[in-house]
């Protein structure tokens, strides 16, 4: 079993930046995979990011490409989604989640979800 807790939302003028934090309980947290996922009201849940277990492979949406880094130190348990130059439309309840080792780009083939952290950027 593994439980996620996020946090380190908020909310940002446009322009401005976050960084989202995900720890994470369990002893074989160092070989799950992490990805990074928001829901908008009114939409999908959409991926975002992700990081495999050992970090070196990572995805990102196009949408965030450029502008939002991950990274995990898992000597603390707890990986970080950075995120720079917040558009409004990066505006949503974002949420960490994992699967064994390797990365997964759909909400379906993560096992285990923190509870989600509001963001919000004002125009």
């Known amino acids: 079993q593994v439980q996620l807790v996020e946090s380190g939302g908020g909310l940002v003028q446009a322009g401005g930046s976050l960084r989202l934090s995900c720890v994470a309980s369990g002893r074989t947290f160092s070989t799950y995979a992490v990805g990074w996922f928001r829901q908008a009201p009114g939409k999908e849940r959409e991926f975002v990011a992700a990081?495999?277990?050992?970090?070196?492979?990572?995805g990102y949406a196009e949408s965030v490409k450029g502008r939002f880094s991950g990274s995990r130190d898992n000597a603390k348990n707890t990986v970080y989604l950075q995120m720079n130059s917040l558009k409004p439309e990066d505006t949503a309840v974002y949420y960490c989640?994992?699967?064994?080792?390797?990365?997964?780009?759909?909400?379906?083939?993560?096992?285990?979800w923190g509870q989600g952290t509001q963001v919000t950027v004002s125009s």
């Open positions: 989640a994992a699967r064994p080792y390797n990365l997964a780009y759909t909400p379906r083939d993560y096992d285990y």
């Open positions: 990081l495999s277990w050992n970090i070196r492979k990572t």
